[in-house]
């Protein structure tokens, strides 16, 4: 039986998942394959680290160059991480003529065009279906599954860290503050976990579910990213009373004068397959104009679920390398968009759920509509409550029709101003899947 | 630009569908395959009939075996439908070394072996995305996404017809023949239904997907299969109330001795991701050993979910001839099963929900239980109800433990037997996912 040799950079937690499901299946791997996969040499620098699965010393190496340069491995699995190694080595593999796996969503989102125009131009591959929703297979999905299809949205639970949280915040109607320190203590969340709440993770992943469905790259810094810290169990509490619950979306959307791309959390209506998709799991809902609306569920990241997904890809690198079929996936994929453009955040027009503190006196709500009306924000519903006896604050919760951003913070900027607010309004936007 | 040639056997509402959304999305699709896909010819027996999409007189035929002879067409997309002249122009085209692209979940699960076979033997594809699932790309996330997995259960929502008429039932508390009826009217269950609420559609489905999961055909006859026809809303009511949703499901779960693969309604566990598919929607849910659990959600049959399946089956093919690849998915899929047993239905292992109608005296519930306990049932929980004056029948609702199906029926058998039940007990079993 044929052999096809990979070699991993990177034994952490998901390159020993790698490792281990590449040995423990590979009976069933190589007869669906047809030939024996072998991850034939680790690059780590501590090759002694406690792993989840017992890796012989003598394919290690602390160099991760000796694995690139091995003229037996025809697969580099990159699982190093972060831009700045990574990207050299990744580059590095790319120039040696080698096919390359990777989980590294920051490196795509980044240099996502360079990695690919050289990997066309080396005309090797470059496999990324664990970069995005873990052991999902949304990456095929888009590729190969819609590849007759206009792709006209994709909203996308695509952070578990965000969605532990929220999802916990929403259950036990606790603070963000107290469920980000349980979520660190259970390992649900980084000891710095920025990347996560703040929503660069989620808008990594959105870049280069973009990439697939539009054929471009955008610069990482055009996209508008908003985390999670903010929300806080009032809002959660008034959402689920209007029939929403608060999720953290990944959202790409075709509009007529361009492309919507943001990270935000909102407002998705309960009851919805995304609405339910709860815990540290994730979900990508994706409308095409053919297929209709479709969801992708599972578990968006971790050891064996990424390794899964790892592991798919260099199973089907390794079958083109056996049929002597050249790369082809690289030109169907990247077409740089044409003139696709970015809608700017300030144009884009949605719904919004907005909370005000206000003064609990007679018109203060007329005076409130009177404001928003002035900017064009009509009203479809309100909530008023918990009138103290004897004036102080009370919230307010409004529901707006559609409008653009730019309008909203406009109408906000003057309510915050004035006497009747305490100037903290909350605004959320309401998702439209 | 490159052309690959499509023949389309069968104009009917999905031919149609792959008509129009091969034409209509032809510049994206061509982007991405880099080549010009055409559908060069159409077979249909009646060119005049009203259809979705103008397909022009020029290109049709009442002859398939024109189109399979036709040396400029690569790819034969089978849309006829059936298990009989369907399957005459499938081997015609896969010996005159045809591709075949097909919806034909009845053809697969009756001659899938042959067909698969005789593809092997003349090293063609067949693509077959469109038999499960409709739009919903489940067949690419098991032979690809998933293919490091031992695969250890797939529940499937697979059937709309049935699940639509479920969904009615359970919002809107009416009976199975009068939802039947209105779904008929609205054309979401067909004129002579027996093949989506007796079970066989979404047994058909279930055996293409266990192929490709264990490697193996089994003889379509042995699969146990249930359909939706004694449904009531009185036990949708009672599940409710238990906590559980009732749903079509096909079934195949990896046992130690062997494979469980069946079709019957099942009480699934609310709120869950599966639980919350209604309408005519599928999800399919998939454990994998490595992935953990993952669902795939989407339009499970019409004209344009089903043609975006079809259509990626020949852009794929399309892709392959283009790069000179051979045919390399058949022996992935299909080597025999080797040893793989099913598990007679008798044998399978499940909690139940079980439903009498008893006298109303006192004392019935203690000897019903012990003819239970007799045959090993252990009682899990009990809701009795709806107390008449006087005497009466009443109903008593069971949740068993885990018992063999065997014994199960032994008890009630027994049960229908004696004079406290009116001889029509119902059980449903209860779905572990």
């Known amino acids: 039986m044929k052999v096809i040799n990979a070699g991993l950079l990177g034994a952490g937690t ?4 790698v490792y281990k499901v590449a040995t423990e299946n590979a009976e069933i791997i190589s007869k669906r394959l047809g030939a024996e996969l072998r ?7 501590d090759p ?3 792993r989840a699965v017992k890796i012989p010393k003598s394919i290690f190496t602390k160099d991760s160059m000796e694995v690139i340069k091995d003229d037996s491995i025809d697969i580099i699995i990159e699982l190093i991480g972060g831009t700045t190694v990574a990207r050299d080595y990744m580059m590095e593999a790319i120039k040696s003529g080698k096919h390359v ?12 065009k360079e990695i690919f125009l050289a990997a066309a131009e080396n005309s090797v591959e470059i496999g990324f279906e664990a970069s995005v929703g873990g052991g999902i297979p949304v990456i095929r999905a888009i590729r190969e599954g819609y590849v007759a299809n206009r792709i006209e949205s994709i909203h996308g639970i695509m952070n578990g860290t965000t969605n532990y949280i929220l999802s916990k915040m929403t259950e036990e109607g606790r603070s963000f503050a107290d469920v980000l320190e349980q979520a660190q203590k259970e390992g649900y969340a980084e000891a710095d976990p920025s990347f996560d709440i703040d929503g660069i993770d989620a808008a990594h992943k959105i870049s280069i579910l973009v990439m697939l469905s539009w054929g471009k790259f955008f610069e990482f810094e055009s996209i508008p990213v908003e985390g999670i810290r903010h929300i806080t169990p009032v809002d959660i509490s008034f959402a689920e009373e209007l029939g929403y619950t608060i999720k953290l979306l990944s959202i790409a959307k075709s509009h007529e004068n361009g492309l919507e791309i943001s990270v935000h959390p909102a407002l998705v209506e309960s009851h919805t397959p995304l609405a339910e998709v709860s815990g540290a799991f994730n979900a990508i809902h994706i409308e095409g104009d053919a ?16 390794a899964s997904a790892v592991v798919s890809d260099v199973v089907e690198i390794a079958g083109n390398i056996i049929h002597g079929s050249p790369s082809t996936s690289i030109p169907k994929l990247y077409n740089d968009g044409d003139s696709i453009k970015l809608i700017p955040p300030s144009e884009l027009i949605s719904r919004f759920y907005l909370r005000f503190q206000v003064e609990d006196r007679p018109g203060v709500l007329g005076h409130l509509a009177g404001l928003l009306g002035k900017h064009g924000l009509g009203i479809e519903s309100v909530i008023q409550k918990g009138r103290h006896i004897g004036g102080g604050e009370v919230p307010v919760v409004i529901m707006t029709h559609e409008i653009e951003e730019r309008s909203l913070h406009d109408a906000l900027r003057e309510i915050n101003e004035e006497e009747i607010s305490n100037g903290n309004s909350v605004f959320l936007r309401i998702a439209e899947i």
Chains 1, 2 share one sequence.
């Not at 209709?292 to 990424?306: C, D, H, I, K, S």
Request: aromatic share 4%; no cysteine.
């Open 101 to 112: 796996v990777t989980a590294n969503k920051a490196l795509l989102a980044h240099y996502g």
């Open 14 to 17: 998901v390159g020993s998942g």
């Open 39 to 45: 991850i034939k040499r680790v690059a780590d620098i």
């Open 291 to 306: 297929v209709g609306p479709t969801m992708l569920y599972g578990m968006g990241a971790g050891m064996m679920p990424t």
């Open 48 to 50: 002694n680290r406690k």
